[in-house]
């Protein structure tokens, strides 16, 4: 998941294409727990024509880009490389793009591991874990006593969505710093 916020938006029934000439996004990047990052790069590349706009700097602000969808990749020194979607279709915009540091050769990936209470029965349901800082997503399924793991993730800020097969029955924002341990997540019906 990333974090956006628009700035100026008029309300009309005008077609916001028909006045805008370009937009102002601003990619703010930062550490997946939202710490800022000093000196990154970055592109803006349209999904459909392929025009690439680039940035570097603490703030990477990127002027008359046309209204569209875009692939932002965002790099920093020893972090790895961050790649999202973005919308635009506002006058300014604002998107905080998480960025994970970059493991030695060696490294384990931690286990994301869990309990939830609340609930009687599991049969179904799965949990959902998207960054806060990021769109990527990981799913684990539910056992039958509550529990669920999911290896990989790196640390960060996260939100935590139990899901069954109809509904979002909980969501719930942790901090994950890879450390072996249950996460508790009370689900409240």
Known sequence: MISVSGFGQEHSTQAKTDRVAGSVVTILPCTNFGEPISKAVASLTAMGSGAMFKASGSTLTFDGIPLGIYQVTVQALGFNI?????????????????????????YERPTFAGVIHGIKAFTGMWVRIVPIL???????PISPDGHFAISGPPPGRYIVLVMDSTSLRQATEVEFFGKPGDIVIEVHD
Do not use: F, K, N
């Not at 990021?134 to 684990?140: C, D, K, R, V």
């Open 82 to 106: 961050a790649v999202e979607r973005v919308l635009v279709y506002q006058e300014r915009a604002e998107y905080r793009i998480g960025l994970t540091v970059a493991p030695p050769h060696s």
């Open 134 to 140: 990021s769109g990527t997503l990981m799913e684990a």
